[in-house]
């Protein structure tokens, strides 16, 4: 209908269940100027129709829409202005990111440019190139009329015609057919859409990516407001719906199919089993390959050839955007030829390309991913692709000792992967393997990124399986002094720097030892600690990682014999910033400002924590910084400087928010915060804190007594916590003090 009878009939009778769809604008007989033409879509109404014949266009055989396209504005003028500048234009990009979709509009608008036919011919069903003639015949409403090629190019010779090609990708030849019509009919031009380029000569690619966020929550809303008119999501399913098209990665297809499935589950629901997506996005017929995402990507996959096939399996080994030398290392290839491979699996759009110019990263779209790994099961390679990615992390790690900075650097990108890599190795109990990893990554990624609760459970599961004796018995103990008080800590230790002597592991004694050291500081032992700081000379050279312990031990036996020396920490703290490693130099600043603290000297302290906390949090290490930025609020409590110390404080809260650490001493730093903020008569900041603390846990915390007086939270920590922490015992009496003071109006009874 024309755009009068349309406006007509909203006007008169409404529209209810029927919808209106654009069919572009067309020149009709009897009129100077194109007019706008619409087709009245709804259940009931005739859907197919004969080809659209107007002044123009002698044919116009394109689908009717039969839903909005949400989005892609940007994305159709561009492919507007270039088929019409252009003969051969190519949308390329995922199964399921919308090409089909956004070239049918686009073909739509551009029909009335084109004097001859405008038509969309669908390859998917095809399984030669000779039979893409029949295909155009057919699209067009003549069917048996085109048999060979040689009929395609004379037919349309003559006519300035557009054809919409769908699904080029899987037809061995096809581009070379193209490329011969394109060159004998000068006036015909070619939209297509396919997974890869076509490669043909004065070829246009565009590839389509993902939905923006809000495209695709607006699409994932409207479809499912399709299905249920009256939905309108509150604030709480807004969140749930913005993090399900996070977790599809925009991909149009994956959102439609999820919206489907809200019919039956309500959107929550559904966010909770999207780790099977290929499951939950669609159950379709057999060959409804639209209809299925697992059909769809497996369309791509199958039309690899094996090398690209494993590799692309193989790499749903990781969890997060890789290196090329990571995907080398799964490949089992040099860095070329994986180069070679990863470049045709993007050309198949199964891999992206993002990163950094200095350092690219390849990474899935979140359906894609979930495909390769159901391969990699099937494909039983898990526990080889896993075995492979260990052992570069092993060369990686072991190249970069002891520059732990430069670790950190290199591999801080890498801590999914790793984590993904550890769970792998660990459900196929490999349990040596994980000890030696995680050992070794300690000081450089796991103990300066505040992973340590994250990976928790998995390493006491791999020390409860560490068989005794050797370097994995070794490594058992080291990572076992995570978990206990000083004087434990230090007899694993011992035994640690024992066994890996007795291995030849040289490394592994220096870190037994740098560990010793500290304990011995930390339980005011000079003797042992002399005896642990001769044994680390005697090993200490390049590679050892030895320096900074063995300073520290020598300096705090200096305090120990002579008192404290200013002067002499003066000198310690200008040579640490010398010191090219970054996390060596947050390390030792900190060891140097609590051991300032322990001798009194809290103007001394201050500077180098404040320093050391700021520099941690220039390099991102919220964990690090809060625990240091704690250290530097006891300097300035001492000093009785009470804002300086609420400034550090929340600092130290912020940080610890960010990296949802929940340990004993953070809940203490939380207390503090809260405390300062009451000292300076702010009561609600101080409740707004309290009321964050996760008090379920801290009832059961085994480590803690949790005393509910109302109106104010007591924290007092058990004799072997104080033992483990003189920073949270200090942090919680000071708390204590001041939340006593707290007017009883102020804070509501936590129970």
């Not at 197919?48 to 504005?73: D, W, Y």
């Not at 057999?286 to 094996?306: A, H, K, N, P, V």
């Not at 110019?357 to 991913?369: C, G, S, T």
Request: net charge negative; proline share 5%; glycine share 6%.
């Amino acid at each position: 209908m024309s755009n009068a009878t349309r406006a007509r009939v909203a006007e008169e009778s409404g529209l209810g269940e029927l919808q209106l769809v654009s069919l572009g604008e067309y020149r009709l007989k009897d009129f100077d100027a194109a007019e706008p033409l619409y087709q009245l879509v709804g259940p009931g109404l005739r859907s197919e129709f004969p080809p659209l014949r107007t002044a123009r266009s002698q044919i116009v055989s394109l689908p009717q829409e039969a839903s909005s396209l949400v989005g892609r504005e940007g994305e159709q003028a561009w492919l507007l202005a270039a088929i019409l500048d252009h003969r051969i234009v190519t949308i390329i990009g995922p199964g399921g990111v919308g090409k089909s979709k956004l070239a049918v509009r686009t073909a739509w608008h551009a029909a009335p440019r084109f004097d001859g036919i405008v038509a969309f011919v669908s390859l998917a069903q095809l399984d030669s190139v000779d039979h893409v003639p029949g295909a155009i015949a057919t699209a067009i409403g003549l069917d048996g009329a085109l048999g060979t090629w040689d009929d395609v190019t004379r037919a349309f010779e003559d006519q300035r015609c557009l054809f919409l090609i769908d699904n080029a990708e899987h037809l061995p030849g096809l581009a070379a057919r193209l490329e011969a019509w394109s060159c004998a009919s000068e006036h015909v031009h070619l939209l297509i859409t396919s997974r890869s380029p076509t490669g043909i000569p004065g070829e246009r690619t565009f590839p389509l990516e993902p939905l923006t966020h809000g495209d695709a929550t607006q699409l994932l809303t409207d479809r499912i407001r399709e299905r249920q008119p009256n939905f309108e999501p509150t604030h709480d399913q807004e969140q749930v719906l913005e993090a399900i098209v996070a977790r599809l990665d925009g991909l149009p297809l994956a959102i439609e199919l999820a919206a489907a499935r809200a019919r039956v589950l309500p959107p929550a629901a559904l966010l909770t089993r999207l780790d099977h997506q290929m499951d939950m996005l669609g159950a379709p017929a057999e060959d409804d390959r639209q209809g299925s995402m697992r059909l769809t990507i497996q369309w791509s996959y199958d039309l690899l050839s094996e090398e690209p096939a494993t590799v692309f399996r193989r790499l749903a080994v990781f969890a997060a955007p890789v290196t090329l030398q990571a995907a080398a290392a799964v490949a089992q290839r040099d860095e070329i030829h994986t180069l070679n491979v990863l470049d045709q699996l993007i050309d198949a759009s199964l891999l992206r390309l993002g990163g950094t110019d200095d350092q690219p990263r390849y990474w899935m779209l979140e359906p894609i991913k979930q495909f390769a790994h159901e391969q990699l099961m099937r494909a039983a390679e898990a526990e080889t692709a896993a075995g492979d990615v260990h052992a570069w992390l092993l060369a990686q790690a072991e190249s970069l000792y002891p520059c732990v900075g430069e670790m950190l650097r290199t591999l801080r990108h890498d801590v999914e992967n790793i984590n993904r890599v550890l769970a792998t190795l660990a459900a196929h109990n490999e349990w040596p393997e994980v000890l030696e990893l995680v050992e070794l990554l300690l000081d450089g990624i796991v103990l300066p990124l505040g992973l340590f609760v994250r990976f928790q459970p998995l390493i006491e599961q791999a020390i409860a399986h560490t068989s005794a004796g050797g370097t994995s018995q070794a490594r058992s103990d080291l990572l076992h002094t995570l978990f206990v008080d000083n004087k434990e800590r230090a007899e694993l230790s011992e035994a640690a720097y024992r066994l890996a002597t007795a291995s030849g592991e040289d490394r592994l004694a220096a870190h037994a030892l740098i560990l010793l050291m500290g304990d011995y500081q930390a339980m005011n032992d000079s003797g042992r600690l002399e005896h642990a700081l001769q044994r680390a000379r005697l090993l200490d050279r390049e590679g050892m990682r030895l320096e900074w312990g063995v300073l520290a031990a020598e300096a705090r036996l200096h305090f120990d014999h002579e008192g404290w020396d200013a002067p002499y920490a003066t000198k310690m703290v200008e040579r640490i910033r010398r010191s090219a490693d970054p996390l060596d130099t947050v390390a030792m600043l900190n060891s140097f400002a609590w051991t300032a603290l322990t001798y009194g000297d809290p103007g001394f302290a201050i500077e180098p924590a404040e320093e050391a906390a700021q520099r941690a949090d220039d390099l991102g290490l919220l964990w690090y910084a809060q625990v240091i930025w704690h250290t530097a609020a006891l300097a300035a409590l001492a000093l009785n400087r009470p804002e300086t110390a609420r400034h550090h404080l929340e600092a130290a809260a912020s940080n610890m928010v960010s990296c949802n650490s929940g340990s004993e001493a953070n809940r203490a730093i939380l207390l503090a915060t809260a405390a300062v903020l009451a000292a300076h008569d702010d009561n609600n900041g101080a409740k707004h804190l309290l009321d964050a603390l996760p008090l379920e846990d801290v009832r059961a915390d085994p480590d803690c007594r949790w005393d509910i007086s109302a109106p104010y939270l007591t924290h007092v920590p058990t004799t072997r916590s104080r033992e483990a922490s003189f920073a949270s015992d200090s942090i919680a009496n000071f708390a204590l003090e001041r939340l006593e003071k707290l007017p009883s109006a102020s804070l509501a009874d936590p129970e």
